[in-house]
């Protein structure tokens, strides 16, 4: 694993905001707001690759003690992603997968966390706005929509869809990830799992307190293949016939080399 790192300037930009009048700097005294900046924005997988642990650092203005009046939920999320769904149905003793159902525009990988539950920090409608944990994601089964999602057969289809994911370790939320510092400054530790997908990732970070959005704010993360992974990624996302002609031929000639070997 190869992390491009921005740890310093990070620091520095911080040190800039503590540096600056009552600690930070504001366009108005009389509003808290949020910073936030990724310690990595960077990621590149190689072979070694067994998940990274990025720092997000941030900094609420405006406000003294924070910690003990503001709830904070940071997300990440991306890259948008087409999926299939398939019923497996039983066949005498033989389990078949049904036709294939499409979940469009879902993200690959959804990571949450915050100071105590979602639920008890964003009302509903802001839960579902701005998307806030794995059940506010609009899943939608094929065929279905905001007015008739909720026929058994819709929710079957969305409940395994996230499931299967959140089993995958790419849906999760959590909670107690999010350490104050010094005076305003916190920091959020988010766990990349091994499996994380290729792609532009959007990170936010919402400030509330007693139920009312304060601030938010967002930064972006890149995650990208490096040395041969990157080569084979390519080529199969960009000339797949090519990619699949060169698998059966590799793998032809592997079993010619080995039908060589065990040659009597």
């Given amino acids: 694993m190869i992390l491009q790192h921005r740890f310093f300037s990070t620091l520095f930009g911080f040190a800039a905001m503590l540096a600056a ?14 910073e936030i900046a990724l310690t990595n ?20 203005n405006g406000m003294e003690n924070p910690a003990e009046k503001i709830d904070i939920i940071s997300v990440v999320r991306g890259p948008e992603t087409n999926f299939e769904i398939r019923q497996l149905t039983r066949n005498n003793l033989i389990w078949t997968p049904g036709d294939a159902h499409k979940i469009e525009n879902a993200p690959a990988l959804y990571l949450t966390n915050a ?3 979602i639920t008890d920090i964003a009302p509903l409608p802001d839960q579902a706005k701005y998307r806030l944990g794995a059940n506010h994601l609009g899943v ?40 104050f510092k010094k005076g305003s400054l916190f920091a959020i530790q988010v766990n990349l799992p091994a499996n994380t997908p290729v792609g532009d990732y959007d990170v936010f970070v919402y400030l509330y307190q007693d139920g009312a ?4 704010d967002t930064a ?26 060169t698998c059966v031929a590799l793998s032809l000639f592997a079993g010619w080399i080995a039908a060589l070997a065990f040659r009597k």
């Fill in 213 to 216: 959005l304060l601030s938010r």
């Fill in 140 to 179: 939608r089964a094929p065929g279905s929509s905001e007015e008739n999602a909720n026929t058994a057969h819709d929710l079957d289809y969305e409940k395994a869809f996230l499931k299967e994911n959140e089993t995958k370790g790419l849906y999760r939320d959590a909670v107690d990830g999010v350490a």
């Fill in 220 to 245: 972006t993360l890149l995650v990208n293949k490096v040395g041969i992974e990157r080569r084979i990624y390519e080529l199969a996302h960009e000339r797949p016939v090519s990619y699949g002609i």
């Fill in 21 to 34: 009048p009552n600690g930070f700097a504001q366009t108005s005294s009389s509003t808290a707001g949020i």
């Fill in 115 to 117: 100071t105590k539950p």
């Fill in 41 to 60: 924005d960077k990621v590149e997988i190689d072979t070694s690759f067994s998940g990274a642990q990025l720092t997000l650092f941030g900094a609420v």
